[in-house]
């Protein structure tokens, strides 16, 4: 039954935010230092770190450096960092065979941040891109990005981060078919545990440009990712995606980029009530940090507004790099 309103006077919407107290009460959404995953770019290297000049505040960091950020994220109070590997331009080959090295960077990285903040959920990122010597997520055979030869890889990669370690595979690469392939493999090696966070509703998006930049893929790649990529005027597509990749075992879906989809959040938290992640990607964080800077918006009050939105939109989660910072904001509150 639909409540009636009674004309105003008898009805003032102000009455409710007239003060903090009345507005807390009637608050909806919530945010919490629960909600967020934190990715971290980790690289060769001992005890130094680089700063990613589009994403400014962001770093790549050597092993033992993502090692002290994961001590501090725990002592922050965040679930879960998000490993995303830079490897230099020698490294990538037309095989990826380093992707799934149980002694690649990111791998080693899972393993030091399993040791120095044991509390802290390990997510990885799975796809090509960041071995690849075209810079995209695929093998790349006569111009065309193949699907089936490329799932194979993507189990073994996925194998050996759970070899490693992690707690949540986020498999980033699109090909149909992956999640099915990747729970066979983990559930037939003894890793019955480990949940996969598909990367389910992914863009073709502009806004990828300073992660890019930060993994070093803005150079490798060559044409766009549209063959595997969604179209981003596309919303129905999502709902496919995400019953598909449910029906194949995965135990969380993600959207991606954030804001721009929030749309599609609220359509897949609505359709399914599963475990709904969104990726406030590089581009989000860039353009907001930019104004920042300028003083064009307030830092603080913009990155809070921003993430508030995802739960609004119905997300469970949000991967941000504005985690330490929204942490701290909230742990202060
Ligand atoms: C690569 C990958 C990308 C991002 C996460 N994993 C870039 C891409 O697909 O080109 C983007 C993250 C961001 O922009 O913050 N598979």
Redesign the pocket.
């Known amino acids: 039954m639909k409540p009636t309103i009674a004309p105003y006077p008898h009805t003032r919407l102000r009455r409710t935010r007239a003060t903090p107290a009345l507005r807390r009460l009637v608050r909806q959404a919530h945010l919490s230092v629960d909600d967020l995953i934190w ?1 971290v770019f980790v690289m060769d290297g001992t005890d130094a770190e680089e700063p990613i000049a589009s994403m400014p505040g962001v770093f790549r960091r050597t092993v033992d450096r993502v090692a002290v950020a994961a001590k501090e994220a725990q002592a922050l109070g965040i679930p879960a960092i998000c490993i ?1 590997p830079y490897t230099s331009m020698d490294a990538r080959t037309e095989d990826c065979a380093l992707a799934w090295s149980p002694d690649n960077v990111a791998n080693r990285a899972i393993r030091a941040i399993k040791d120095a903040a044991p509390d802290i959920a390990v997510m990885t ?1 799975i ?1 090509l ?1 960041p071995y690849n010597i075209n810079g995209h ?1 695929g093998f790349v055979e006569n111009g065309e990005i193949v699907n089936d030869r490329t799932v194979d890889a993507l189990v073994r990669m996925a194998l050996a981060q759970a070899d490693a370690g992690a707690d949540i595979l986020g498999p ?2 699109m090909m149909d078919g992956r999640i099915g392939a990747m729970r066979t493999a983990l559930e037939e090696n003894g890793h019955q545990k480990v949940t996969i966070l598909s ?1 389910t509703a ?1 863009y073709a998006s502009a ?6 930049d930060a ?1 070093g ?1 803005s150079a490798a ?1 060559t044409g766009d ?1 549209k063959t595997y ?1 969604m179209d981003p005027l596309n919303s129905d597509e999502a709902l496919r995606l995400v019953e598909r990749d449910l029906s194949e075992g995965a135990d969380m879906v993600m959207v ?2 954030g804001m721009p989809y929030l749309d599609i959040c609220r359509r897949v938290k609505d359709t399914f009530g599963v475990p709904t992640f969104a ?1 406030q ?3 989000e ?1 860039a353009m907001l940090q930019a104004a920042a800077q300028n003083g064009w918006l307030d830092h603080d009050a913009v990155m809070m507004e921003s993430l508030g939105g995802f739960k609004r939109a119905g997300c469970d989660g949000i991967l941000t ?1 504005f985690a330490p910072a929204a942490a701290r904001v909230l742990n202060e509150t």
């Open positions: 990715p995303f990122d796809a891109d997520d980033s690469d990367y992914k806004f990828y440009g300073p992660f890019r993994v893929a790649l990712k990529q991606k980029p990726y990607v590089s581009g964080y790099y």
